[in-house]
């Protein structure tokens, strides 16, 4: 994974800053992907734009509680989130939620993506992915798995699993993947669900087995995995994603896109300086596009 930042930065005296901390909100627990993707993108985002960027950890069911809070805040460029795959699925599977992730939100910038790769504790007596299915169906509702909170994009691919392969397995909901992993590691949870960024490792160490990854195609990660459409079930393609976000103004004629453009200039054409959220977009937008994770 990189998230690197372009090199041409204009001298410190030619540009108006922000004059305040930004907050950087995540829908994920610390010590997940999520939180290391925002912890990566505001140290540099902060040294580019020259003010602390505070990474603000609000986890929760498909991260609901930190979009409510960004969806609330002040559309100003101070305040940012950075989102997963959860915003283009919340509002299906909670309809009560408190915002619309459309209306709501400003897409900034996409970060990265990551398939998702299908592993079990070395307890567990399979070693193929087909070999799962079978011992799944042989002991129907006794094997565990987990796959991030209720409604992340970990727990529909394996609740797709689950249809697609006529299987029935115990849902384990958490916290977020770090709180997952020492279950998984311990031997507790017999099957773990999640991204290639954070699996691929324990895979090739050995802690973890890896039996399948979620996208179209095999990952470089873990070229000797084949995917689920492989498996069994063709068409099968469940891919993550991270992207960072802002509050919408409601007005689209009070909206800072339609005062500066889309934020890539210094100034508009009335010599005026773009408002702090442009230049905020404009930063990101300015970094380098970040390496995509291992693909599927």
């Known amino acids: 994974m990189a998230l690197v930042l372009g090199?041409?930065?204009?001298?410190?005296?030619?540009?108006?800053?922000?004059?305040?901390?930004?907050?950087?909100?995540?829908?994920?627990?610390?010590g997940g992907t999520a939180d290391n993707?925002?912890?990566?993108?505001?140290?540099?985002?902060?040294?580019?734009?020259?003010?602390?960027?505070?990474?603000?950890?609000?986890?929760s069911?498909?991260?609901?509680?930190?979009?409510?809070m960004a969806a609330r805040s002040a559309p100003d460029g101070y305040t940012l989130v950075m989102a997963t795959g959860t915003l283009s699925t919340v509002a299906s599977l909670f309809p009560n939620i408190?915002?619309?992730p459309i209306k709501n939100f400003e897409p900034i910038a996409w970060v990265l993506t990551t398939p998702y790769v299908v592993t079990t504790n070395p307890a567990l007596p399979v070693n193929t992915f087909g070999e799962l299915i079978a011992h799944v169906k042989a002991n129907p509702g006794k094997v565990s798995y987990a796959g991030g909170t209720v409604g992340a994009q970990q727990h529909l691919a394996g609740e797709l699993i689950k249809r697609n392969f006529g299987v029935d397995m115990l849902y384990v909901p958490y916290k977020g993947s770090g709180a997952m992993m020492p279950d998984?590691?311990?031997?507790?949870l017999d099957v773990a669900i999640d991204n290639v960024l954070l699996l691929a490792p324990?895979?090739?160490?050995?802690?973890?087995?890896?039996?399948?990854?979620?996208?179209?195609?095999?990952?470089?990660?873990?070229?000797?995995?084949?995917t689920v459409a492989e498996s069994g079930s063709p068409?099968?393609?469940?891919?993550?994603?991270?992207?960072?976000?802002?509050?919408?103004?409601d007005a689209a004629t009070d909206h800072p896109q339609a005062q500066c453009g889309d934020g890539r200039r210094d100034e508009d054409e009335g010599g005026r300086r773009p408002p702090a959220r442009a230049r905020r977009r404009a930063a990101i937008r300015n970094t380098r596009r970040p390496a995509q994770a291992p693909r599927a």
């Open 7 to 30: 090199t041409t930065v204009a001298p410190a005296a030619e540009q108006e800053l922000p004059n305040r901390t930004i907050r950087l909100i995540v829908v994920a627990p610390a």
């Open 37 to 59: 993707v925002a912890r990566n993108l505001a140290k540099r985002l902060g040294d580019r734009l020259g003010q602390q960027v505070v990474v603000d950890n609000r986890p």
């Open 61 to 68: 069911n498909a991260g609901i509680v930190g979009y409510e």
């Open 98 to 100: 408190t915002f619309d």
């Open 184 to 188: 998984l590691l311990g031997g507790r």
């Open 202 to 226: 324990q895979v090739k160490r050995g802690a973890v087995r890896g039996l399948a990854v979620s996208g179209e195609m095999r990952s470089p990660a873990l070229p000797d995995l084949p």
């Open 235 to 249: 068409g099968f393609n469940v891919i993550g994603w991270f992207g960072v976000f802002a509050p919408r103004r």
